[in-house]
């Protein structure tokens, strides 16, 4: 069974430019999730999506960022304008069941990250 | 505030030499616990959880944790350490009827020579 999958692995931009980071959760997960790590800081949270519906986006920094699942598979997460304090490894994290009582009890599943350097 | 709080951000052990590695939550209310383990060049990987039942959960590897509630604590150990157990550790908290969404602790790095 294929993992989850994150595109790209490394994205270097500079500052006011945009950047579109992609998610390819486990095949049949309906929970998907994007966080982030800062340098130094620990992985926070960014936002929960039950298959194409925005679950909680309590963590989004500001509306320079945008998450989207049409479909219920894929996710992007574009950033835009990219500020210098974007910079950091994007997480994506899938897991089976929905609810959010039952999403608790599931094992997420991690991508490998997409490192953003924003000069 | 810290809401999950690692004690050690860096770690350096000998092999065979015992390892715990500290996590304190502040959360009130049912909560789940979890360590996970991201080896180097690796993705983040489950070490184990807790949901309910036996406050002493065992893990892959040879891990285990205890859930201390009254401490509202979850430390992970290992009696003895390889150096293949070099990588990054953190503790996570989901709460209950929150989706599932992790909170995480600042992460503490092993490093075991051999």
């Known amino acids: 069974e294929a993992g989850v999958t994150q595109f790209p692995s490394h994205s270097v931009i500079e500052k006011g430019q945009t950047v579109t980071l992609r998610c390819d959760p486990i095949?049949?997960?309906?929970?998907l999730y994007w966080y982030r790590r800062v340098m130094g800081k620990e992985i926070k949270f960014l936002l929960h999506?039950?298959?194409?519906?925005?679950?909680?986006e309590s963590g989004m920094p500001n509306n320079r960022f945008l998450a989207e699942r049409t479909g219920g598979t894929y996710s992007t997460l574009k950033v835009q304008p990219a500020e210098l304090e974007d910079s950091g490894v994007y997480f994506c994290?899938?897991?089976?069941?929905?609810?959010?009582?039952?999403?608790?009890?599931?094992?997420?599943?991690f991508g490998p990250g997409t490192r953003l350097t924003v000069l | 505030a810290q809401s999950v709080s690692q004690h050690n951000h860096h770690v350096i052990l000998s092999e065979a030499a015992s390892l715990e590695l500290g996590c304190n939550y502040s959360?009130?209310?049912?909560?789940?616990l979890f360590w996970y383990v991201q080896y180097p060049g690796q993705h983040l990987q489950l070490l184990l959880k807790?949901?309910?039942?036996?406050?002493l959960v065992k893990g892959i590897k040879g891990f285990e944790a205890e859930f201390i509630k009254s401490k509202f604590s979850f430390n992970l150990r290992k009696p003895s350490v390889q150096w293949s157990d070099t990588a990054e550790y953190f503790c996570?908290?989901?709460?209950?009827?929150?989706?599932?969404?992790?909170?995480f602790g600042q992460g503490t790095e092993l490093s075991v020579k051999p």
């Open positions: 994290a899938s897991s089976q069941g929905a609810g959010r009582s039952l999403s608790s009890y599931n094992e997420q599943f």
């Open positions: 095949s049949g997960h309906d929970n």
């Open positions: 999506f039950v298959k194409e519906s925005k679950q909680d």
């Open positions: 959360y009130g209310g049912t909560v789940n």
């Open positions: 807790y949901f309910s039942g036996d406050p």
């Open positions: 996570a908290v989901s709460r209950y009827n929150q989706g599932g969404k992790l909170i």
